[in-house]
């Protein structure tokens, strides 16, 4: 199995298995003297966790993460890293594993899962938890994710929930604060959604049935000329690295679909000159990309996560024996995998720009 390594200058990858003794990355790339602690990963990855409300997966995973490489401690605060520039390893020890719950299904296909897919393209597949087609290997890209926020000066790039299954917020009530509360286990920026989706995904749940969700990610400082023309465009990469998140089924940037409907009129963001004497947009329904280069506008990506396929509802399938059968998921399961699916879209995007940064000041020598 090839393709396990993204981004160009900037390049993580990942190995392990959902059920295998660890999962981790490599960080290929990273500029020497960046200063980091343990608790700056540990804290994207603990936002991750299953196990952290009723509404996501039981799986009591800790997530601990250990540095193996690519970092000296500081010499006047051994709690700081910094990074030498050589790659840096990443380990998390998987301690809660039950592969017991998977025996059932070894030769059965999962409707809505990469099961049959994985069958037919390697002649074998993994059928605990799903092996490397598994949300666990997310984990990895999160910690990346919280290295990649470093190397970018002053970049700020935060996710939230604004839909799950049929229930939307509020934008008129957008509070980042919101987001970070303790009684919110959605990541919403909408107080009054937590009842809303509390009780909704209640009633889901009690029915063996799952939804899924939409994710919006903005990056905001992100300096002006990242990105390239044609095929290496921002928007394209940012669109690759969510979509290749488990379960993401469409990408939009800015308006996105949206914008369809409008006039060009209505969706040309409109300049002036600011108080710096610098261009400023008086709108930005580009999502802070033109012609896939950054405008220095916030950059605004949105994904969908389509309902869990893990669910205790029997669903028609077939079997590698070639026999129709009735598949029934056991084991635990988020009635909406697009809840833990946040943390992992602010990581994707904060490593595509991350990597456009030092592509750009490769190429012009500047930022």
């Not at 690295?241 to 040309?268: C, Y």
């Not at 580009?286 to 309902?307: D, E, H, M």
């Not at 998921?329 to 995998?337: A, E, L, S, W």
Request: charged share 25%; aromatic share 6%.
């Amino acid at each position: 199995m090839s393709h396990n390594t993204f981004g160009h200058l900037l390049r993580v990858t990942t190995w392990g298995e959902s059920h295998g003794p660890a999962i981790g990355c490599t960080i290929d790339g990273c500029p020497p003297g960046l200063r980091f602690t343990l608790s700056d990963i540990q804290t994207e990855l603990d936002r991750r966790r299953p196990g952290s409300s009723r509404f996501v997966t039981q799986r009591r995973e800790p997530d601990e993460v250990s540095v193996l490489s690519g970092v000296i401690a500081d010499e006047d605060d051994p709690a700081v890293m910094v990074t030498t520039g050589t790659p840096i390893a990443l380990h998390i020890d998987n301690v809660d594993q039950r592969s017991k719950d998977y025996g059932d299904i070894a030769k059965q296909y999962r409707p809505g899962h990469a099961d049959y897919a994985y069958d037919v393209k390697y002649g074998l597949r993994d059928y605990r938890g799903g092996g490397r087609s598994s949300a666990r290997e997310t984990a990895m890209r999160v910690a990346a994710g919280a290295i990649a926020r470093k190397i970018v000066p002053d970049m700020k790039v935060r996710g939230a929930i604004v839909q799950i299954g049929e229930k939307a917020i509020d934008r008129s009530a957008w509070d980042w604060s919101v987001v970070e509360r303790q009684d919110n286990p959605f990541f919403t920026p909408d107080a009054d959604a937590i009842s809303v989706f509390e009780s909704y995904l209640d009633e889901i749940r009690k029915s063996h049935d799952s939804v899924g969700a939409i994710i919006e990610v903005i990056a905001e400082n992100v300096p002006p000329g990242l990105g390239a023309p044609l095929y290496a465009k921002l928007d394209t990469e940012i669109a690759a690295g969510l979509m290749s998140i488990n379960a993401v089924k469409g990408v939009e940037i800015g308006d996105g679909f949206a914008s369809a409907a409008l006039r060009g009129t209505q969706n040309a963001d409109e300049m002036r000159i600011g108080p710096d004497g610098k261009p400023v947009f008086e709108a930005n329904h580009a999502g802070g990309i033109l012609g896939g280069i950054s405008t220095g506008a916030p950059i605004v990506a949105r994904f969908a996560v389509k309902p869990t396929s893990s669910i205790l509802t029997p669903r028609r399938s077939v079997d590698r024996d070639g026999n129709e059968i009735e598949v029934v998921t056991k084991g635990r399961h988020d009635p909406c995998v697009g809840i833990r699916a946040v943390p992992i879209g602010e990581a994707m995007v904060a490593c595509a720009i991350a990597d456009h940064y030092l592509r750009h000041r490769g190429q012009t020598g500047r930022i």
